[in-house]
């Protein structure tokens, strides 16, 4: 595709309830990174794919967040009993390469609010 | 672990004047990259820095990576409406983790 897309867009989901939410690169990018932004702050990491692994899942704040990328191109980030102070602006990213060239491409985002 | 600062976090000037933010890592840098974010969007990369002491320019756009791979700055030469949005530099201690710095809100007024 042209750029990296996410859906949905928005999700608004009451707490305590499971929600996914979905990334698909630009064609050919191997890496794949979440990250989260809440409002005023930079983008904070949660994980990072290279291909099918998770390279790096250091950023999952804890075990209700989960990330899968079964194909090594779409993935889906898995948020189990959501919580109020889940709500953010979920960013997928992808890059062509790893290391020292990993210019990244962002998406527009996934607004998750949970009432 | 690793945060990035930035100063200063916002920042409102006049269309013409010039803008600088300054990026400090608390721990050496791999390599640094900016991104803009415009109100509403996403960040959207600028450049990336990798030796110490290098100096990138993009039209009226400058970077600068510290000689000790700790910070970074952005001037901006003769701003003009378009460049409103947020500045973050985002570094890497070598690996492929990002650690975004806290941003700095531009706006500028005719």
């Known amino acids: 595709g042209a750029g990296v897309s996410q859906t949905p867009s928005n999700k608004v989901t009451e707490k305590g309830k499971y929600v996914e939410l979905r990334c698909d690169p630009i064609s050919g990018h191997t890496a794949l990174y979440w990250y989260r932004q809440s409002l005023g702050q930079g983008p904070e990491f949660l994980i990072y794919f290279q291909g099918t692994g998770a390279a790096d899942d250091s950023g999952l704040p804890n075990d209700r967040f989960f990330a899968v990328r079964p194909e090594g191109s779409v993935s889906t980030l898995k948020i189990q009993r959501t919580e109020r102070g889940d709500s953010a602006v979920y960013l997928c990213?992808?890059?062509?390469?790893?290391?020292?060239?990993?210019?990244?491409?962002f998406g527009p985002g996934t607004r998750l609010t949970v009432t | 672990g690793q945060q990035v600062m930035q100063i200063p976090q916002y920042q409102h000037v006049q269309e013409g004047e010039d803008f600088t933010t300054y990026c400090n890592s608390s721990t050496t840098l791999s390599n640094i990259q900016w991104y803009k974010q415009r109100p509403g969007g996403h960040p959207v990369f600028l450049i990336q820095l990798v030796k110490s002491g290098e100096v990138k320019k993009q039209k009226r756009l400058t970077f600068q990576f510290g000689e000790a791979k700790k910070n970074s700055s952005l001037h901006i030469t003769a701003t003009q409406t378009t460049d409103v949005g947020t500045y973050f530099c985002a570094g890497t201690g070598g690996g492929n983790k990002l650690t975004f710095g806290t941003g700095t809100q531009l706006k500028v007024e005719l």
């Open positions: 990213a992808s890059s062509l390469a790893s290391g020292l060239k990993n210019e990244q491409y």
